[in-house]
């Protein structure tokens, strides 16, 4: 071992010199969080991890970036949001925090019932159902105003009366 190496025999000497005096906030500065009766592991600081978030120093997280079978309500649910966030907002924006949040909250939500190990592949298939139904909306809104970019204002009856561009000139429903 090579002087000043810290390692994981030494390391809860190195803090308690620096002024860390716990040995479970030792713990949770190097990453050994503790896993309480909620499922979701606590570092000590007062964040919370939901189990199976956490991607560890040197693990590939591209192996999460994949899509897994979600159930249909979840996804219904994801896009409703889209649609009425993308609506209520009337300019292809997203409003910073209150938007992001409420999607974020169904998401956690659905993940309870999903096994800890298969999280983060269904956090990033739910991901690209919101993106690609915002990408979608926006694409379609510009088909309809030439010339329109985010963040400006336009007709939402260009949405609402098209059922968000699922329903054709001839009323036939053509589910995105």
């Given at each position: 071992m090579r002087i000043g190496e810290?390692?994981?025999?030494?390391?809860?000497?190195?803090?308690?010199?620096?002024?860390?005096k716990s040995s479970?906030?030792?713990d949770a500065l190097m990453g050994k969080g503790v896993v309480?009766?909620?499922?979701?592991?606590?570092?000590?600081?007062?964040?919370?991890?939901?189990?199976?978030?956490?991607?560890m120093e040197g693990e590939d997280a591209s192996k999460y970036n994949k899509i897994v079978p979600v159930s249909e309500k979840i996804k219904d649910k994801i896009i409703?949001?889209?649609r009425r966030q993308f609506l209520d907002n009337g300019n292809?924006?997203?409003?910073?925090?209150?938007?992001?949040?409420?999607l974020a909250a169904i998401m956690k939500d659905y993940r309870k019932n999903i096994p800890p190990n298969e999280r983060l592949s269904v956090s990033w298939t739910?991901?690209?159902?919101?993106?690609?139904?915002?990408?979608?909306?926006?694409?379609y809104v510009k088909e309809k105003v030439p010339g329109w970019t985010n963040g400006q204002q336009f007709d939402r009856s260009?949405?609402?009366?098209?059922?968000f561009g699922t329903v054709s000139k001839d009323g036939v429903d053509v589910k995105a």
């Open positions: 810290i390692n994981q025999d030494n390391y809860k000497q190195f803090l308690q010199m620096l002024g860390v479970a906030t030792l309480g009766n909620s499922g979701q592991a606590s570092n000590n600081f007062g964040h919370n991890y939901e189990e199976g978030m956490v991607i409703a949001t889209v292809g924006m997203t409003k910073t925090g209150t938007d992001s949040a409420e739910l991901c690209q159902i919101q993106l690609s139904e915002a990408q979608r909306l926006v694409n260009i949405l609402t009366d098209t059922n």
